[in-house]
């Protein structure tokens, strides 16, 4: 039964006590800038979404994506990742540089955003201050082979370990380049257009009100929380000092939202785990 399912990883998990942090909102936001540096990867988002009419529509669908998979029932998580795998299966796109029209749920491309997104999750959450062990971290890259394989990988072939993550990263490294896609949707993901009662300020003229301000602080940290050699493809500096400033906003930030009410950071399918994992161990949760 549902009732009595705690989904594809539960509360002992470690991609529990990683995705149960509200920083991970930044964590996003820095996985999409590195995708955006595999021009592959890049044209099959650029010719196939609607990010650019649809920004936050298609934030929210993914976030849902995430959690249901994450907090989900077993079911749940199936589910959304056969959809997820019937729609890449319509998708195609053509390579910029050949011409040549590929798939857009190659395996290679699938690979690629799994590992910038999960990296990006435990990388940020580790550096804004959560505590995890080297063995919890490799620990989550294992669990997290559970979600690749909803997408259609087969999880043998995805880095299960920080080292590997590392290694997959210096193999896939030569193939990635700043295009004209990747400047205008690093340049779109930095000032995207705010929602309606979020923009109203801009429409009375106001055009840096506080959520702009707010949202290009978020953007800025995201970008700084990149890798060296990433900060690098994007004009920027790959200095340690840089990753320092980087770690100290994020930690900042991570301390702020702790100080939110949980109620106001969780969403339903989070409450529901949650609901589900305290009926069935009897140990109330944090949060």
């Known amino acids: 039964m549902d009732s009595d399912d705690l989904g594809l990883f539960g509360p002992g998990s470690v991609t529990w006590k990683v995705h149960d942090e509200p920083i991970l909102i930044v964590a996003g936001l ?3 800038y590195l995708q955006a540096l595999h021009p592959l990867a890049m044209a099959g988002v650029a010719q196939n979404s609607n990010y650019r009419t649809d920004a936050w529509g298609r934030l929210v669908r993914t976030a849902t994506y995430v959690a249901t998979t994450v907090y989900g029932t077993t079911a749940e998580a199936e589910a959304a990742g056969a959809r997820l795998r019937r729609l890449h299966a319509r998708m195609r796109a053509t ?3 050949t011409g040549e029209e590929f798939r857009i749920d190659e395996p290679d491309l699938l690979r690629w955003v799994h590992v910038t997104e999960v990296e990006s999750f435990l990388s940020t959450a580790r550096r804004a201050g959560l505590p995890l062990t080297d063995d919890e ?3 989550y ?3 997290q082979r559970r979600s690749a394989a909803l997408v259609g990988l087969d999880p043998a072939t995805v880095p299960g370990t920080a080292a590997e993550v590392a290694a997959y990263y210096r193999t896939v490294r030569p193939e990635l380049r700043m295009t004209r896609e990747a400047a205008e949707t690093a340049l779109f993901l930095t000032a995207p257009p705010l929602p309606w009662k979020l923009s109203l300020p801009a429409r ?3 055009t840096l009100g506080p959520p702009r301000w707010a949202y290009l602080g978020v953007a800025g940290t995201a970008l700084a929380l990149l890798p060296a ?3 690098r493809m994007y004009g920027g500096l790959g200095l340690p000092t840089t990753a320092l ?3 100290l906003t994020v930690r900042a930030l991570r301390l702020a939202l702790g100080a939110v009410p949980r109620r106001y ?3 339903p399918i989070l409450q529901a785990a949650k609901q589900r994992a305290e009926r069935l161990t009897a140990t109330p949760l944090a949060g």
């Open 95 to 97: 390579d910029p540089n």
């Open 229 to 231: 050699w990433a900060r």
């Open 265 to 267: 950071l969780e969403g």
């Open 245 to 247: 400033s980087a770690d």
């Open 204 to 206: 009375l003229g106001l």
């Open 137 to 139: 971290v490799d620990g």
């Open 141 to 143: 890259y294992t669990e």
């Open 30 to 32: 820095r996985s999409l």
